[in-house]
């Protein structure tokens, strides 16, 4: 999976979270960005442009409605990361708490049949080998033993299914659709 969805309805294109700026770090108007993307050396590349979406943030400075990566580099299990509007500390700290967003639309296609972006996922119907429709994929998790889809079940609680292929044989992006071959007591509550 690529990047997280950002759940706003608004219309327009599908854009997807890729990092959450946190905090300044320094004089020099670098940034700690929390990731949010499988690809940060590619989001956070220099010349990448990403969409600014105000968070919360401390202050109510306008923020620019894109941002141009200069540097990045990992601290801290983070990334540190300059942009062009931002060529101070005290630039800097008018982007705190700021969401940082792709286009889904600008994301490469993943070269492999069995792989997908989380977001070509979120809103397919789940169904049984028989077309019994079980639930709506909510989300995609990601687990310590991999990824999981969150359906979502009518009158039921949610439900984590393991993302792979002898237990989910069929992504049919095409006609909108999961099909599941469930272990025994999966949905079990």
């Not at 620019?64 to 299990?77: C, D, K, Q």
């Not at 359906?151 to 949610?158: I, Y």
Request: hydrophobic share 40%; aromatic share 2%.
């Amino acid at each position: 999976m690529s990047s997280t969805p950002t759940g706003s309805t608004a219309p327009g294109p599908a854009r997807l979270l890729v990092g959450v700026v946190v905090r300044p770090h320094g004089l020099r108007g670098e940034l700690v960005v929390e990731v949010r993307t499988d690809s940060p050396e590619e989001r956070f590349a220099p010349g990448a442009e990403l969409v600014a979406l105000p968070g919360a943030r401390p202050t109510g400075s306008p923020v620019p409605p894109t941002l141009t990566v200069v540097s990045s580099r990992p601290h801290s299990g983070r990334l540190l990361v300059t942009f062009a509007q931002a060529a101070d500390r005290d630039a800097a700290e008018t982007l705190r708490g700021i969401r940082l967003l792709v286009d889904a639309a600008d994301l490469p296609p993943t070269g492999d049949p069995d792989e997908f972006h989380a977001h070509q996922l979120e809103g397919l119907r789940a169904e049984l080998e028989d077309g019994t429709v079980v639930g709506t994929v909510k989300e995609i998790a990601h687990g310590p033993g991999g990824e999981l889809l969150v359906l979502t079940r009518p009158d039921l609680p949610e439900a984590l299914v393991p993302f792979v292929t002898a237990i989910v044989p069929v992504v049919d992006l095409d006609a909108g659709r999961v099909v599941l071959d469930p272990p025994e007591g999966l949905f079990d509550p």
